[in-house]
């Protein structure tokens, strides 16, 4: 039953990536606020889909913590729910993602149409001074910019070694930062096809200021934060691992 379920959504999932993706080539003269109302309704669907057919809900803890300023997401990286949800909790936003996303038939349409920071993750420091500069410009136009400091899903109960992307953006261009954990790989767990019944816990925190802070103490600070809502959401304190550690295991 539960297989059957998610086939059925994975069904209207693909069914909508190229029906948004089409749409998405349509508003594409529009301005960017605009283009973005049309096109993130997409993910306010799949949310309600899921619901309906694989019976998964979410609650949010820390709403309130969202501001009216733009600000660097800091996101845990468990499913591809959380790309889902963030669109639907928070204002216009963008994403750093890996460039090769965007190679994708329709769904690639969707996501350059969003502007997102797509980035070459094997060029080191020029990627890196891309999130930077692609970021601030970002950021002044009022649009928050979403950063999987993990670089890659990581499976429940782990958490990875944050990159320093986007904690430097914050700290480089003075905007601050909110983390968000949640507890999604539960539910949707990375690379399952099987979607399990449940409410996903999301939880905002508290938005860190990143004066007079480096990349390093603003990683640091949200590492911890991460860590500790991960134990409350799961149950055990995660195990740190790698992306290297993560890839061999698939």
């Not at 669109?87 to 994708?104: D, I, S």
């Not at 944050?162 to 507890?183: K, N, S």
């Not at 099987?194 to 949200?222: C, F, S």
Request: glycine share 8%; with cysteine; aromatic share 12%.
């Amino acid at each position: 039953m539960l297989f059957a379920r998610s086939l059925i959504f994975v069904g209207f999932h693909i069914v909508t990536i190229i029906l948004f993706s089409l749409l998405a080539v349509l508003v594409w003269p529009l301005p960017f606020k605009w283009r973005y109302k049309v096109i993130s309704q997409w993910a306010v669907l799949n949310l309600w889909l899921l619901e309906k057919i694989c019976g998964i809900r979410y609650e949010v803890e820390g709403k309130e913590n969202i501001s009216d300023e733009p600000c660097v997401i800091l996101c845990k990286h468990q499913s591809s729910w959380e790309t889902l949800v963030l669109q639907a909790v928070f204002p216009r936003q963008v994403w750093v993602l890996k460039r090769e996303l965007l190679w994708l038939p329709f769904f690639g349409w969707g996501l350059a149409a969003l502007k997102p920071i797509a980035i070459d993750r094997g060029s080191g420091r020029k990627a890196l001074n891309q999130v930077v500069e692609q970021g601030r410009d970002r950021l002044s136009t009022g649009a928050w910019v979403v950063v999987f400091p993990e670089g890659t899903r990581i499976p429940s109960g782990k958490i990875g070694r944050f990159g320093l992307g986007g904690a430097r953006l914050a700290v480089e261009t003075g905007y601050p930062v909110i983390p968000v954990a949640h507890d999604a790989g539960k539910f949707w767990p990375k690379h399952g096809f099987v979607k399990y019944p449940g409410v996903i816990k999301l939880v905002i925190g508290a938005k860190i200021a990143t004066q007079h802070k480096t990349a390093a103490d603003v990683n640091e600070q949200v590492y911890q934060w991460m860590a500790a809502q991960m134990t409350r959401l799961e149950g055990k304190r995660p195990t740190t691992t790698s992306v290297r550690e993560v890839k061999k295991r698939g």
